[in-house]
Nanobody
Framework: QVQLVESGGGLVQAGGSLRLSCVAS????????MGWYRQASGKQRELVASITSGGTTTYVDSVKGRFTMSRDGAKNTVYLQMNSLKPEDTAVYYCYARLYDLSGRLMDYWGKGTLVTVSS
């Protein structure tokens, strides 16, 4: 069984920082791309950031300059450093991974989510 486990969410005041982590474990060879999605109450899930195996990152416009995604390939772990947090960043953040199984096939996986709440 492959699992993605997020951690690092919590309650923070506007202007503060949080660092999210996501660890992929189980019968996997490695990752192709991993990302962070978020879903605010009553809104659709959106892609916040992604990173490829080569280290190329993408960000949604609303977080550019504030959020940084990084990757530890050896441990199939990604991080999302969130600075200058705003109340509109409040959401459940989900880790996503497209992973290689031991036969070299790609499969998509999702974490259970971690809640980030930014107070005014």
């Amino acid at each position: 069984q492959v699992q993605l486990v997020e951690s690092g969410g919590g309650l923070v005041q506007a202007g503060g920082s949080l660092r999210l982590s996501c660890v992929a474990s189980g019968p996997i060879f490695g990752s192709s791309v991993m990302g962070w999605y978020r879903q605010a109450s009553g809104k659709q899930r959106e892609l916040v950031a992604s990173i490829t195996s080569g280290g190329t990152t993408t960000y949604v416009d609303s977080v550019k300059g504030r959020f940084t995604m990084s990757r530890d390939g050896a441990k199939n772990t990604v991080y999302l450093q969130m600075n200058s947090l705003k109340p509109e960043d409040t959401a459940v953040y989900y880790c996503y991974a497209r992973l290689y199984d031991l036969s070299g096939r790609l499969m998509d996986y999702w974490g259970k989510g971690t809640l980030v709440t930014v107070s005014s």
